[in-house]
């Protein structure tokens, strides 16, 4: 099992630019989400998928993008890169909301 | 709406001693679930512990304890003979299972540093 995998794990983008962050699970968990670390904030929710087919939006959805086609792939996507969006990303899966949630190594995103 | 305070910002400790790091929650649902993790300095994320709300027993992992009282809301975190390899971000976090919400909710965390 790769368990949750994201790439890339680094990535340098100017500001206006798009990219998509990918993110795979291979322990066909229904749940996913995305995650973004700034010092001093914790980690903020971004948008959650309870399924293939099911998106939906967290605490600091503005900007971003996702959807899930598969449920195993849940890609995130930044529409045009704000110097706000440097950040660590980290992508995770679970069971539920209730269960232990498995987390990617996570990806630096910096916005010159 | 579900929230999760640490109030300890950085807790800098010498080897061997105790540490309790507190994690105070607030939420309008009877059935809700809280967890524990650690983020070393490399980066990843480990997850240490779940807990129910039906189960106020406390837990015992080793060096590990968590004191769960739904009393007063919180769900502390005791390490015990505190070791250099425990220095990390810690984070407390709660999901609720009712009322359609499906989002787990960290607290800012708190930095432990342990000094040899």
């Known amino acids: 099992n790769a368990g949750v995998t994201q790439t890339p794990k680094f990535q340098v983008l100017k500001t206006g630019q798009s990219m998509t962050l990918q993110c795979a699970q291979d322990?066909?968990?229904?749940?996913m989400s995305w995650y973004r670390q700034d010092p001093g904030m914790g980690l903020r929710l971004i948008h959650y998928?309870?399924?293939?087919?099911?998106?939906d939006q967290g605490e600091v959805p503005n900007g971003y993008n996702v959807s899930r086609s598969t449920t195993e792939d849940f890609p995130l996507r930044l529409l045009s890169a704000a110097p706000s969006q440097t950040s660590v990303y980290f992508c995770?899966?679970?069971?539920?909301?209730?269960?232990?949630?498995?987390f990617g190594p996570g990806t630096r995103l910096t916005v010159t | 709406a579900q929230k999760v305070t640490q109030a300890q910002t950085e807790i800098s400790v010498v080897e061997k001693e105790d540490v309790t790091l507190d994690c105070v929650y607030e939420?309008?649902?009877?059935?809700?679930?809280l967890f524990w993790y650690k983020q070393p300095p490399s980066g990843e994320l480990v997850f240490l512990i779940r807990?129910?709300?039906?189960?106020?027993q406390n837990e015992i992992s080793g060096r590990y304890s968590w004191n769960f009282q739904k009393s007063t809301s919180s769900f502390n975190f005791t390490i015990t003979a505190s070791q250099v390899v425990d220095s990390a971000v810690y984070f407390c976090?709660?999901?609720?299972?009712?009322?359609?919400?499906?989002?787990?909710?960290f607290g800012k965390g708190t930095k432990l540093t342990v000094n040899p």
């Open positions: 322990m066909n968990h229904e749940y």
């Open positions: 939420t309008r649902d009877t059935t809700y679930y």
């Open positions: 976090a709660l999901s609720e299972a009712q009322g359609g919400s499906e989002k787990l909710v």
């Open positions: 807990r129910n709300s039906f189960d106020e």
């Open positions: 998928s309870v399924g293939a087919g099911i998106t």
């Open positions: 995770a899966s679970s069971y539920g909301i209730q269960n232990e949630q498995y």
